[in-house]
Every structure is written in structure tokens, then in C-alpha cells.
């Protein structure tokens, strides 16, 4: 029954700018640590940001610090990414997971449940 789904991914020029949605159906995903992660093609799954149960700490890759932000609207049971400054190296495919460890970075666990996916390519 537990479900995440991501949305808001498409086609954004260099230096746009996109929202990343990531809800949950069958359980509260205000109980846990969020994790954004992408995977470009050719390259390892990278852990780009995560945001505590409680949302007072949060984490994010070097490459995507001070572009991305991450946070939490739990009345709506959704995880939102809001990036900007977008370039062509963060094409990728971008995934939301729960539960996840969020400390020195993003680390999945074996109870961690993924989403399907949402495609974005920065391209002029």
C-alpha cells in the first residue's frame, strides 16, 4: 500500500528554474527522514538532499548546495525540491525514497521505499 510518487519533472533552459514534488499515499510521510537522490545516465545514484521527520535539519550535495532546497508541507504528505540555477549536469532522472538516514548525507536503508521517477533535462 505505501506509495511515493514524484512530480514536476520536464524540459528547463540552463539557469531555470523547477519544482519537484514527492507525495505519499498509505502512510504519514511526515513520520520520516525524506531523501531526494538522481541518477544521470553513466553516472552512480548521487543523494541530493534530505530533510528530517521534523524538517529542522536538512542536507545537501555539494554540487546542489545553495541551488536546491528542500522542504516539507505534511498536511499535504509531500516532499517538495525546489531547484534552481539549473544547469545540464543536473539532468537526471530524480527520485524521492522514505525512510531514509539524513546525517553526513543520504543513505537508503532496507525498510526504504522509492518512487518511480520523474525526468529532468536541462537543455537550451
Known amino acids: 500500500q505505501a506509495q511515493l510518487v514524484e512530480s514536476g519533472g520536464g524540459l528547463v533552459q540552463p539557469g531555470g528554474s523547477l519544482r519537484l514534488s514527492c507525495t505519499a499515499s498509505?502512510?504519514?510521510?511526515?513520520?520520516?527522514?525524506v531523501g531526494w537522490f538522481r541518477q544521470a545516465p553513466g553516472k552512480e545514484r548521487e543523494g541530493v538532499s534530505c530533510?528530517?521527520?521534523?524538517?529542522?535539519?536538512?542536507f545537501y550535495a555539494d554540487s546542489v548546495q545553495g541551488r536546491f532546497t528542500i522542504s516539507r508541507d505534511d498536511a499535504d504528505n509531500t516532499v517538495h525540491l525546489d531547484m534552481n540555477s539549473l544547469t545540464p549536469e543536473d539532468t537526471a532522472v530524480y527520485y524521492c525514497?522514505?525512510?531514509?538516514?539524513?546525517?553526513?548525507?543520504?543513505?537508503?536503508?532496507?525498510?526504504?521505499?522509492w518512487g518511480q521517477g520523474t525526468q529532468v533535462t536541462v537543455s537550451s
Open positions: 498509505g502512510f504519514t510521510l511526515g513520520y520520516y527522514a
Open positions: 525514497a522514505a525512510p531514509i538516514w539524513c546525517l553526513a548525507d543520504v543513505q537508503i536503508m532496507a525498510e526504504t521505499n
Open positions: 530533510v528530517f521527520s521534523t524538517g529542522e535539519r536538512t
